[in-house]
């Protein structure tokens, strides 16, 4: 598997038509670049858990994630990158075929535990992991260091250029990051990947320690809910693709550039703003769709 690389992090400018009309400006921060398959902002969120876990001389990261998890991915490569051992325990009883993700999981050294869906919900806690050298790291990176982590994506930009910052929400652990990093002048979006979660305004209003900026998040762009999605969200991605050459992810990318046009189109930003989209990846998911449903 190749290195992650952050220096490949670039900031590019998109010029599409109907945003010059309305003089709205937007730039794409493309953490997608650090890696084919591991994912931008999973990185960004583990590297704290990482270093934690060196330092407490951890031995193996355990964590938990689905079959086409972008974060069991990214774990199973971070921790091959820093010499410690990974566990994922993964959602749903062992397939017959494995995912790609899966696949490529074991290929960087992750061992996989499967559990039923009933006890993954349960939180349960597979005997093979209680060893005092394992450092458990929370679903989707999801904590404190997580939130710091996620912080220092904005170091790989000029935060002062932009009056809007946007973001995909899963979790809410990288919107949470971006708001404590974000300046007074930056206002941040968030538009959820999930249906009806109201949950996520609390979860974030927990993890803010530096609120400066102002900061909305958006309910209505979930396609019907996390990883859901249908033809008009697959068409814009590949329209997108054909128009930018940028490739997006069905489950949080395609639909954080999908509910930007249409908030533009809708006049929700006014005149004048410069928008900075966090490309946060995830590429590897669409391997989950039928061959040649998109065309990158
Ligand atoms: C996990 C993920 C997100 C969401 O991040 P959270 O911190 O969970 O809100 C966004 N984009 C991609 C590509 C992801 O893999």
């Known amino acids: 598997m190749n290195e992650i690389n952050i220096d490949a992090i670039s900031t590019d400018e998109v010029n599409l038509p109907g945003w010059k009309a309305k003089n709205?400006?937007?730039?794409?921060?493309?953490?997608?670049?650090?890696?084919?398959?591991?994912?931008?902002?999973k990185w960004f969120k583990l590297r704290f858990y990482l270093d934690d876990a060196k330092k407490l001389n951890k031995k193996t990261i355990v964590t938990y994630g689905g079959a086409w998890s972008n974060h069991i991915l990214a774990t199973a490569a971070a921790a091959k990158k820093n010499d410690l051992q990974s566990i994922g325990i993964i959602r749903g009883e062992r397939p017959a075929v494995f995912s790609s993700t899966l696949l490529q999981s074991q290929e960087s050294g992750m061992k996989l535990i499967f559990i039923s869906r009933d006890k993954y919900k349960e939180n349960f806690i597979p005997n093979e992991i209680e060893d005092e050298n394992n450092y458990i790291i929370?679903?989707?990176?999801?904590?404190?260091?997580?939130?710091?982590?996620?912080?220092?994506?904005?170091?790989?930009?000029?935060?002062?250029?932009?009056?809007?910052?946007c973001c995909a929400i899963g979790t809410g652990t990288m919107m949470s990051g971006l708001i404590n990093a974000a300046l007074p002048s930056n206002h941040v979006i968030g538009i959820s990947v999930l249906k009806n979660n109201p949950g996520t305004e609390k979860v974030i209003q927990s993890f803010i320690r530096n609120?400066?900026?102002?900061?909305?998040?958006?309910?209505?762009?979930?396609?019907?809910?996390?990883?859901?999605?249908?033809?008009?969200?697959?068409?814009?991605m590949n329209s997108y693709y054909s128009q930018t050459n940028i490739p997006t992810d069905f489950v949080y990318t395609g639909k954080l550039f999908y509910a930007l046009h249409d908030m533009v189109s809708n006049d929700y930003f006014p005149e004048g703003s410069k928008l900075l989209a966090i490309h946060s990846g995830g590429i590897q998911g669409n391997n989950s769709l039928k061959k040649g449903t998109l065309i990158f």
């Open 211 to 236: 609120n400066q900026s102002a900061y909305n998040i958006i309910h209505d762009y979930h396609f019907g809910g996390y990883a859901k999605y249908n033809s008009g969200l697959l068409d814009f």
């Open 138 to 165: 929370a679903e989707g990176g999801m904590g404190e260091k997580g939130v710091d982590g996620a912080s220092t994506i904005l170091d790989h930009c000029r935060r002062e250029e932009f009056t809007h910052i």
């Open 24 to 41: 709205i400006q937007l730039s794409v921060l493309r953490l997608d670049k650090i890696h084919p398959l591991i994912s931008g902002n």
